[in-house]
Structure formats: structure tokens, C-alpha cells
């Protein structure tokens, strides 16, 4: 859910922020919790644990908006903020064009949180350090931010080392795949050690606090793998143009093809989505989706130039423009298909999921 905006970045929350709210309030307004607020009424314990919880949503928040600002300094879009269980994401739309950027980037999040666990320990020393009750919260969040450091530079994808490690390996072996391929590896060992740490440290010492450790390496493991397949296509794609990947120009209907025709055709090429032209002028796209609008009878007596998106509205990309720019250009098109054009701005083919995963098949033969 949407909370509002900073420096017009969009902030998202998930619900289990609800629940790390929650915790968070309740551990640290218990009288035997680390503020050892024992003998302390009610009412104040609570304004402690929520102030908490308030200050450290702030902290998690002021680390990522410390990514975004940055990455926006350096050109590239921040589409918004999402806090959830283990900290936060900034979304960008694009990547950091070289090592140091993409290190800076990354790196800066814990840096911030290092600074801010030591402004937390200066303003718990400003008010009596750990002998008052808002002394003891201030140490207790400068704790907190600093373990947050540790833990977001531990050298594993999804995590900021991980990025801070890929960029440190493109900078100094000048290879960004062998990067990629380093920092999976490191990520992957790193997961696998806190697993079988945590399952020896529960099951051999009874030590269940050790779950939490195979807990968070087998997150790292998932979350790794996905942003490794995400990472091979990008490499894949990479040095390649958006009308390589294209369906061929012969993937095409006429405009006085009924919808029913439409359907067949599609279905026969396997694809979703098909240019429509009159003679040699592109005049749309007709996606399936749009046939599926229709009924069953209506499908017959139907011009697919009825039904299609009309060409003024259709997202285009130019031939020579890079594959991982197309792909970033339909994802946030929201639609199936993207016009591939020509440098007279002829429209070449249709450049779509499906153009891109029958080029991927091809290229990894
Ligand atoms: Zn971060």
C-alpha cells in the first residue's frame, strides 16, 4: 500500500511491515525487553516501543531514499520506494552504466545507516546514555542501524554488497559477466554456510535462535537465483539491437483479416500479438487479449482494424536501439507488444515476450 511520497519518489509499504511494526513496538515496550524498562507505567513503555519502531521505519526509509537520490543524480529513474520484511527496494528504471556508479549506488545504503547508528549513539550520550529510558532507545537504534550496515553489505545478491562486490570485480578484471558469475558464486557459498550454520547451531547445541540464520541464507539463496536468471538474460541480450529479437516481418496480418483469422493465425505462429497493414502502411497491433474481448459469434464478422490498438497509440523502439532497452520499454509500456522501426520509421516487426524468448532459445543453442 502507497504512504506517500519524498522528494516525489512513491513509498510503498507491504503488510509485513504491519507485523515488523508490530514486533518491533511490542519487544521493545516489554518491561523485560532491551530497554529494561522494568517498573516503568504502561503508557510510557508504549510511547518508547512505538517511538522505536516509528524511528527505525525512518532509518530503513532514510537508507533507501539515500540509494534512489543518488541513482537519480546519476541519471537514472527512481519509479519508487517498497519497505517490506528485511528492509527495503528502490526501484529504478535502468541500471548504473558503469562499475563505480553502480558501487556508489549500493554502497551508499549502508554507509547511511552506519552514519545514522552513529548520530543515534550521539543522541543517546546527549540524554544520559543508557541510564535514561530515551537514552537507552537512542543506543538501542544506533545498535540497530549498525547491524542493518552489516547485514545489507554482506557480499550476497539481492543484498547491496552483492552489488558493491560485482561492481568492485567488473572494475578491476574490466569483465561485467565474469562479475555476475563471481558474486553468484560468493552469494551462493555465503547462503549456504549461514544454513548450515544455523541447522548445526539448532540441532546440535539446541540453540533454535540459530533457525533465524538458515532463515535469512535461504531467502539469500532464492532471491539470488532469481536475480541470477534475471542477470543471464540481461547478458544474453546485451551488445544485441531490439529488431534482432523482433518476430520476422513476415508475422503480419492484413487489415481486412477478420478476428477470427486473426485468432487462427496467432495461434498457428504461436504468438500473441501481430502488426496489421494496409498494403505496406502499418495501420496497428492486434493482441490476443483484444480478441478474447470478443465473443465466440462475433469473432467472424469482425475486422481485426475494429478490435487493435491504432498505430498514433502504439509503443514503438527503433531497430538499432538496444535489446535491454526494449525490454525495459515494454515492461513499463504495460502492453505485449512494442513496434520495431526502421530508420524511415517503417515499422520492421513486433518486438514482444515472445520474440524474445524464441531469440533466447536460439541464441543459447
Ligand atoms: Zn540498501
Same mark, same amino acid.
Given at each position: 500500500m502507497k504512504v506517500g511520497s519524498l522528494f516525489g519518489i512513491a513509498i510503498t509499504v507491504n503488510v509485513s511491515w504491519i507485523f515488523i511494526f508490530a514486533l518491533v513496538t511490542w519487544g521493545l515496550a516489554n518491561p523485560m525487553g532491551p530497554l529494561h524498562l522494568e517498573g516503568v507505567g504502561t503508557a510510557e513503555r508504549i510511547a518508547l516501543g512505538l517511538s522505536a519502531a516509528l524511528l527505525f521505519f525512518a532509518?530503513?526509509?532514510?537508507?533507501?531514499?539515500?540509494?534512489?537520490?543518488?541513482?537519480?543524480?546519476?541519471?537514472?529513474? %527512481?519509479?519508487?520506494?517498497?519497505?517490506?520484511?528485511?528492509?527495503? %527496494?528502490?526501484?529504478?528504471?535502468?541500471?548504473?552504466?558503469?562499475?563505480?556508479?553502480?558501487?556508489?549506488i549500493s554502497g551508499i545504503g549502508p554507509l547511511t545507516s552506519l552514519l545514522l547508528g552513529g548520530l543515534f549513539y550521539g543522541a543517546s550520550l546527549a540524554v544520559g546514555g543508557s541510564a535514561t529510558h530515551t537514552g537507552a532507545m537512542f543506543a538501542y537504534l544506533g545498535i540497530a542501524n549498525v547491524l542493518l550496515a552489516i547485514f545489507n553489505i554482506l557480499p550476497a545478491y539481492p543484498l547491496d554488497g552483492g552489488r558493491v562486490m560485482h561492481a568492485l570485480v567488473w572494475k578491476f578484471s574490466g569483465n561485467k559477466a565474469l562479475a555476475t558469475r563471481v558474486t553468484v558464486l560468493v552469494g551462493r557459498v555465503l547462503a549456504a554456510l549461514m544454513i548450515g550454520y544455523g541447522v548445526v547451531e539448532s540441532l546440535a547445541f539446541g540453540n533454535f535462535g540459530g533457525l533465524w540464520l538458515t532463515f535469512v541464507g535461504w531467502f539469500l539463496l532464492q532471491a539470488g537465483s532469481s536475480e541470477q536468471s534475471g542477470l543471464a538474460v540481461k547478458e544474453a541480450l546485451q551488445d544485441h539491437r531490439a529488431g534482432e529479437l523482433a518476430a520476422p516481418p513476415e508475422f503480419r496480418l492484413a487489415a481486412d483479416a477478420s478476428a477470427a483469422r486473426a485468432r487462427g493465425a496467432m495461434r498457428a505462429m504461436g504468438v500473441r500479438a501481430l502488426p496489421v497493414f494496409v498494403g505496406e502502411h502499418f495501420v496497428g497491433i492486434v493482441t490476443s487479449a483484444e480478441l478474447n474481448a470478443l465473443s465466440e459469434d462475433d469473432l467472424a464478422g469482425t475486422y481485426v482494424t475494429a478490435v487493435m490498438t491504432r498505430e498514433p497509440d502504439v509503443p514503438r523502439i527503433a531497430a538499432a536501439a538496444p535489446a535491454n532497452d526494449a525490454v525495459a520499454t515494454l515492461a513499463s509500456s504495460g502492453g505485449d507488444a512494442l513496434a520495431v522501426t526502421g530508420d524511415g520509421g517503417d515499422v520492421l516487426g513486433l518486438f514482444t515476450r515472445e520474440s524474445v524468448v524464441r531469440w533466447l532459445a536460439g541464441a543459447l543453442k
Open positions: 532509518s530503513v526509509l532514510v537508507h533507501e531514499l539515500a540509494h534512489s537520490l543518488l541513482a537519480r543524480r546519476r541519471g537514472i529513474a %527512481v519509479k519508487g520506494i517498497t519497505l517490506f520484511i528485511f528492509g527495503g %527496494v528502490s526501484q529504478f528504471d535502468g541500471e548504473a552504466q558503469d562499475a563505480p556508479g553502480e558501487a556508489w
